[in-house]
């Protein structure tokens, strides 16, 4: 039987109107005494949740991570002292057939009561806000692209080719020629000649691009991207300057993020709105690696080794890193050289998944020992990788008598055997 570690425990089934509690205490004859509660979702019910387990002395309460709604009962609980285990969902699920919400608060509190709920992250209030910038920010340039593209296919329908000569269309050019199609401008010459810089060597292309008829239904919708687009652009400046003023703590472990290859400033913010600078929370680089989804999966049974997909981890994560990785494939490092051979074996996403992973490493002992990034430091590595593909065994010895014949590297001879 397991021990008891917590006599008096809680477990708070969390939706998003209402929240079921069940209160266990395990009396000194060892009976366990249960007591349910149930409770509005309103900040004034969660107090006299709070209230409730203050008076009982309850020192930990455990709840599924469902969605956002945990977010008010976990603030209002540790603001009073009160221990709270946020519990992946997936790995307290219930018997199939016995699923209840208060059968869910009195697992959640069983299981909390024998110290068998493994806490999930939960970062700092200030790396919490640093999160929701940086995720908006996010969302609201992706929001931007697809309003873009939407232009791009409105342009298109009306015969309008811009986006065929020009690299983007948010470029100041293609804003001066969208505008004056506004104004009521259809003469091509006129509006090709609103071009500006080296985009004046294709006034020809332009023009035949400009050639088509706008009606005033398609004028109409255009004028309607374009103001979202001005709305939209003027939300990512927001969350630029707001991101920019919750930085002013964080300059050091940032800039030393940004010595890793493949890492820039924004995707610096990202990656420690994710997982804040405190990397004891994790214990090691490969439970951050874990937890971020980013490692290989183990799926094995009978010696047989089946499928090794990554698991589902924090996507947003996993798109920063992945993007970073892709960036210092032709870097001139160790982690674009290792790029090069994944991809060379495995193909681009799996390779770019490999560095990912191998990225994280790098970042939790940058942001751990304080130190930035030194390439220098997989130099022994890169030079036995180096050696053992510069150099392939023979039968007969070569003068100097190493026992090996030199070949040239698959990315170049970047460095002498």
């Given at each position: ?11 708070v089934?969390v939706?998003?109107?209402s ?11 060892g009976?366990v ?7 509005d ?5 969660i107090r ?6 203050v008076r009982?002395?309850c020192?930990?309460v455990?709840?599924e991570?469902?969605g956002?709604?945990w ?11 009160i221990?709270?285990?946020?519990a ?6 219930p ?20 110290d ?16 929701h ?6 969302k ?11 232009v791009?296919?409105l ?6 080719k ?13 804003r ?16 090709a000649d ?9 006034l020809?292309a332009l ?5 088509a ?5 398609y ?30 703590t ?16 924004h ?8 997982i804040?600078?405190?990397m004891s929370?994790?214990g090691?680089?490969?439970r951050l ?9 183990n ?6 080794r ?9 996507k ?16 001139d490092s ?16 799996k390779?770019a ?14 942001l751990?020992?304080?130190q ?8 022994d590595?890169?030079?036995?990788d180096a050696?053992?593909?510069?150099w ?13 014949q ?7 001879a970047?460095?002498?055997?």
């Amino acid at each position: 039987m397991d021990e008891v570690v917590y006599p008096v425990a809680c477990g708070v089934d969390v939706h998003q109107n209402s929240l079921v509690a069940c209160l266990r205490t395990v009396r000194p004859d060892g009976r366990v005494q249960r007591e349910s509660r149930g409770f509005d979702g309103t900040t004034p019910d969660i107090r006299q949740l709070v209230a409730w387990l203050v008076r009982e002395r309850c020192p930990v309460v455990a709840m599924e991570s469902t969605g956002v709604y945990w977010r008010p009962a976990y603030r209002a609980l540790a603001a009073q002292g009160i221990e709270v285990r946020l519990a992946n969902p997936q790995r307290v699920k219930p018997v199939r057939g016995k699923k209840t919400d208060k059968a869910d608060a009195v697992r959640l509190a069983q299981l909390v009561a024998l110290d068998q709920i493994a806490p999930s992250f939960i970062p700092p209030e200030e790396i919490l806000a640093l999160r929701h910038l940086a995720r908006g920010r996010v969302k609201a340039v992706q929001d931007l692209t697809t309003e873009w593209n939407r232009v791009g296919k409105l342009l298109n329908d009306t015969g309008i080719k811009l986006d065929a000569v020009v690299s983007k269309l948010k470029i100041k050019s293609a804003r001066l020629m969208l505008d004056a199609l506004l104004a009521g401008e259809r003469d091509p010459h006129k509006l090709a000649d609103l071009a500006r810089g080296i985009l004046r060597r294709k006034l020809p292309a332009l023009r035949k691009a400009l050639d088509a008829p706008c009606g005033d239904l398609y004028t109409h919708l255009l004028a309607l991207h374009l103001n979202q687009i001005n709305v939209l652009e003027a939300g990512v400046t927001a969350h630029e300057a707001l991101l920019e003023e919750a930085c002013g703590t964080l300059r050091d472990p940032l800039a030393r993020l940004c010595t890793i290859p493949g890492v820039g400033s924004h995707a610096a913010v990202d990656i420690v709105a994710e997982i804040g600078t405190d990397m004891s929370r994790f214990g090691s680089a490969s439970r951050l690696a874990a937890w971020a989804g980013v490692c290989p999966g183990n799926n094995e049974s009978a010696g047989k080794r089946y499928s090794g997909r990554t698991r589902s981890g924090n996507k947003h994560l996993r798109r920063i890193l992945v993007q970073c990785a892709w960036s210092c494939r032709k870097h001139d490092s160790w982690l674009g050289h290792r790029f090069r051979q994944f991809m060379a074996r495995k193909g681009g996403k799996k390779a770019a998944m490999a560095i990912a992973h191998k990225l994280l490493v790098i970042v939790y002992h940058v942001l751990q020992s304080g130190q930035p990034y030194e390439d220098s430091r997989y130099g022994d590595r890169y030079q036995e990788d180096a050696e053992r593909l510069a150099w392939i065994p023979t039968d007969q010895p070569p003068p100097n008598g190493s026992g090996a014949q030199p070949r040239m590297f698959p990315w170049g001879a970047r460095l002498s055997a």
